[in-house]
């Protein structure tokens, strides 16, 4: 049997207990290390689990996965990922494959970051497409998101956004000569995010484009949701460009017209209360 856990988003015991059960009676248990990330290591689960984990990176997962199904073949295989086990299309891929061998599996859900934003106050059912914001290079410099965060908010839908997350990198340098060299992992801050689309903005009007999303557009910065020391801070995108919520992991959210309720629910969480003042700044039905 494959098991996909989900192991939440805190600590090691964010894993529910059906999900402890089963990573106990596994021979082997992976640990995806590359979409997301806990607030505590790998040896910390290790301790609470009492299973020793193999932390299982991209390359592996994307090119080794069938010695990995051979084993779930012939015992009980844990594969164990942050958040939920459905919240990258890779596991989808892992599932198909294990099927296609004839190896069953289950999966045991979890809370993800698509869920627990609801935390800022925001509706979740308010929520259109999530897009995700990479890091930009001096040579490639996307803005596609830019256009589905611009959709949403048409649709007075907010969009969660999730920032970019570069973890066992090669530069390109050392992937063109084949050297196992790696940079080291980057997590995409609220700052920098709000930062290349301040950019877009500018772009666009450039090009003679009127921007759906202006510098006060009323964004909600999130660092770390779930763990204890989880920080929330809202404002106008141009706000959020200076504001710092600490180590990642992060996420930002582009709201789209919002109720009353949700409003004061930001309120609480507000870098300048002012701006929510400002019915420039601000949509609501």
Known sequence: MLYLVGLGLGDAKDITVKGLEAVRRCRRVYLEAYTSVLTVGKEALEEFYGKELIL??????????DSLLKEADVCDVAFLVVGDPFGAT??????????????????????????AVGC?????????ETVSIVFWTDTWKPESFFDKIEKNRQNGMHTLCLLDIKVKEQSLENLMKGRK?????RYMRVN?????????IQNRRLQG?????????????????????????????????????????????VTGTMHPLELEMLKLFSVDSSCFENN???RTT
Do not use: W
């Open 280 to 282: 420039a700044c601000q």
């Open 90 to 115: 890779t596991h989808s891929d892992l599932v198909l494959r294990a099927v296609k061998l004839g190896i069953p599996y289950k999966v045991i859900h979890n809370a993800s970051i698509m869920n």
């Open 181 to 185: 060299i790696y940079e080291p992992p």
């Open 192 to 200: 920098q995010a709000a930062e290349q689309l301040l950019a877009i």
């Open 56 to 65: 299982a990176d991209r390359e592996m997962v994307e090119q080794e996965a």
């Open 120 to 128: 800022c106050g925001l509706q979740l059912y308010n929520f259109g």
């Open 209 to 253: 484009e009127k921007p759906e999303i202006t510098e006060n557009t009323i964004c909600v910065g999130l660092a770390r949701v779930g763990a204890p020391d989880e920080k929330i801070a809202s404002g106008t995108l141009q706000q959020m460009s200076t504001v710092e919520l600490g180590a990642p992991l992060h996420s930002l959210i």
